[in-house]
């Protein structure tokens, strides 16, 4: 069972926002949540760069609970789990 609110998602997690970094909309899951991360790129050096781990997030046509049917975006976790109903 599936809720989504107005923007598509489950919960009502917050969402921070960096400027310039990677935590845009378009690579949030719509079911689970799963977001950009950030993190150091460590190199043999002990040399860090900052870097963003990305979800693998697909555009995909859904049937939502109320019968209508929406295109979200959703990692490709959740759509091999069979928990969005392609449309
Ligand atoms: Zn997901």
Excluded: Q
Excluded at 29 to 56: D, F, L, Q
């Amino acid at each position: 069972m599936l809720l989504y609110n107005r923007e598509g998602l489950i919960n009502n997690n917050i969402i921070f926002y960096k400027t310039g970094g990677g935590t845009d909309m378009a690579k949030r899951c719509a079911v689970c949540g799963k977001e950009p991360v950030a993190g150091n790129s460590v190199a043999h050096s002990k040399k860090t760069t900052r870097r963003w781990w990305k979800p693998n997030v697909h555009k995909v046509k859904s049937i939502l609970d109320d019968g209508s049917v929406k295109r979200i975006n959703v990692c490709t976790s959740c759509l091999k789990a069979g928990k969005v109903k392609r449309a």
